[in-house]
């Protein structure tokens, strides 16, 4: 399938596609299993046309588990969901769990690791607002076993995906923005919620495509996701997700709109 937007906005990376499947392409890219991985990369992967799977047996991290529908994995993070919460806020060295675990990690998962788990990541100020922060997540459990990114040009007749990723720069997210709100009542039918970039692309557009008026949202505002995806895609870009529905929506709104004026037109000069 070709996007008329992709066109109108002069996208520099292919959309991706983000499809729930029992059946995923056998050739794909995926991770080891067991292995770490930030699901991020296999995104970017795929708008650099490669197609890629993720399962409940390969997700890369807890947060990539999380972000794409396979329950709440954070349950598997070392020390459990305690060291979680204080992992992603003030760090776990003022505690004796969270030090055991700490010097664990020196020995099993490297020095770099076990000093983020031991002094955190400092992404939000406490373990009681971590905590507030997660109780509020769309936590999902997807029934099917693998989402694959894939090529939105490599999508079949009668495939149905959960959403459209597209990354974008400042100008293409400022018009995919008045784009989203084109045909619609309201000036909110786009939200940029905190969190991993991969729930920004996964569980938070999938509840999103259950609502009666889905919104986009944009992300890879997640620091740490960043440095894993500007090698592959360059460092001006954030995400822009679509439920379907949406995406289609805009696709049938741009003949006719600000997209064929010169404003815009002068934008891509």
Same mark, same amino acid.
């Given at each position: 399938m070709?996007?008329h937007?992709?066109?109108?906005?002069?996208?520099?990376? @292919?959309?991706?596609?983000? %499809?729930?499947?029992?059946?995923?392409?056998?050739?794909?890219?995926?991770?080891?299993? &067991?292995?770490?991985?930030?699901v991020?990369?296999l995104?970017?992967?795929?708008?650099?046309?490669?197609?890629?799977?993720?399962?409940?047996?390969?997700?890369?991290?807890?947060?990539?588990?999380?972000?794409?529908?396979?329950?709440?994995r954070? $349950?598997?993070?070392?020390?459990?969901?305690?060291?979680? %919460?204080?992992?992603?806020?003030?760090?776990?060295?003022?505690?004796?769990?969270?030090?055991?675990?700490? +010097?664990?990690?020196?020995?099993?998962?490297?020095?770099?690791?076990a000093?983020?788990?031991?002094?955190?990541?400092r992404?939000?100020?406490?373990? +009681? !607002?971590?905590?507030?922060? =997660?109780?509020?997540l769309? !936590?999902?459990?997807?029934?099917?076993?693998?989402?694959?990114?894939?090529?939105?040009?490599?999508?079949k007749?009668?495939?149905?995906?959960?959403?459209?990723?597209?990354?974008?720069?400042?100008? $293409?997210?400022?018009?995919l923005?008045?784009?989203?709100?084109?045909?619609?009542?309201?000036?909110?039918?786009?939200?940029?919620?905190?969190?991993?970039?991969? $729930?920004?692309?996964?569980?938070?557009?999938?509840?999103? &495509?259950?609502?009666?008026h889905?919104?986009?949202i944009?992300? %890879?505002?997640? !620091?740490?996701?960043?440095?894993?995806?500007?090698? !592959?895609? &360059?460092? @001006?870009? %954030?995400?822009?997700?679509?439920?379907? @529905?949406?995406?289609? +929506?805009?696709?049938?709104?741009?003949?006719?709109?600000?997209? +064929?004026?010169?404003?815009? $037109?002068?934008? =891509?000069?």
């Amino acid at each position: 399938m070709e996007s008329h937007i992709a066109s109108a906005i002069k996208l520099q990376h @292919q959309p991706v596609a983000l %499809l729930l499947t029992e059946n995923p392409p056998e050739k794909a890219m995926s991770f080891a299993e &067991g292995k770490w991985g930030c699901v991020m990369f296999l995104a970017a992967n795929a708008a650099r046309g490669r197609t890629a799977v993720v399962s409940r047996n390969n997700f890369g991290c807890w947060g990539g588990g999380v972000g794409l529908g396979f329950g709440n994995r954070y $349950q598997d993070f070392p020390g459990g969901e305690e060291c979680f %919460l204080r992992f992603l806020s003030s760090g776990n060295q003022d505690w004796d769990k969270g030090r055991a675990v700490g +010097e664990m990690l020196q020995e099993k998962a490297g020095r770099d690791f076990a000093e983020q788990f031991l002094e955190g990541e400092r992404y939000v100020k406490n373990p +009681e !607002l971590t905590r507030e922060w =997660l109780d509020h997540l769309p !936590l999902t459990d997807v029934s099917p076993k693998s989402v694959v990114f894939s090529p939105l040009a490599e999508i079949k007749p009668g495939e149905e995906p959960e959403s459209v990723i597209f990354f974008v720069n400042a100008d $293409q997210l400022s018009a995919l923005v008045v784009l989203a709100n084109y045909g619609r009542e309201g000036r909110e039918n786009v939200a940029i919620p905190w969190a991993a970039a991969c $729930q920004n692309i996964g569980i938070l557009p999938f509840e999103e &495509g259950r609502s009666e008026h889905p919104r986009a949202i944009v992300g %890879l505002t997640d !620091l740490s996701a960043r440095k894993y995806v500007r090698k !592959l895609l &360059g460092e @001006q870009y %954030l995400s822009f997700t679509m439920p379907w @529905q949406l995406f289609l +929506e805009m696709e049938a709104n741009v003949p006719g709109s600000f997209l +064929e004026r010169h404003t815009w $037109q002068s934008l =891509l000069a």
